[in-house]
């Protein structure tokens, strides 16, 4: 039982040292083009998915309310989002991309895949789906407690 709950905690401590490592280097690639990591990751959802509400972004990206709004704020004074009155529902926003935004997207999009194709090396394609597999099960089971310990 102990090796057990040794080989979770180093599971844990690994991947948030991944989750920063990737957040450095994105921050560092991503400095030339004047974003950080999560400003490209909002940019990225859209770009992916314009039609998204603020709050299905909020979801995808697994941020709190607040902190997708500073992000938003942030690439509003950047000139990079609008916020435009959703015509359907006035208390909502909409979240436009500007041309801008638009010009950024080769340049974020190289350096994405130049850091995650980095991250991969030494995986075939094999480990990689089942490392995915085994992630996607992890992240499963810590959404579950966490509804549970919301009811």
Same mark, same amino acid.
């Given at each position: 039982m102990l090796e057990h709950a040794n080989n979770v905690a180093q599971v844990c401590y690994y991947?948030?040292? $991944?989750n920063l490592a990737y957040t450095r280097l994105m921050d560092q690639r991503l400095a030339d083009l004047g974003l950080t990591q999560a400003q490209g990751e909002v940019l990225f959802m859209l770009w992916q998915n314009p039609d998204l509400s603020q709050g299905q972004l909020r979801q995808q990206l697994g941020v709190t309310a607040p902190t997708l709004s500073g992000l938003i704020d942030t690439l509003a004074y950047k000139?990079? $989002?609008e916020r435009q009155a959703n015509p359907a529902d006035p208390r909502r926003n909409n979240l436009v991309l500007t041309d801008r935004a638009q010009m950024l997207r080769n340049g974020y999009m190289e350096i994405k895949a130049t850091v995650t194709n980095a991250f991969a090396t030494g995986l075939s394609e094999a480990e990689l789906q089942l490392l995915s597999q085994w992630l996607k099960q992890l992240n499963h089971n810590l959404v579950d407690i966490t509804t549970q310990n919301s009811r």
């Open positions: 991947l948030k040292q $991944i000139g990079l $989002i």
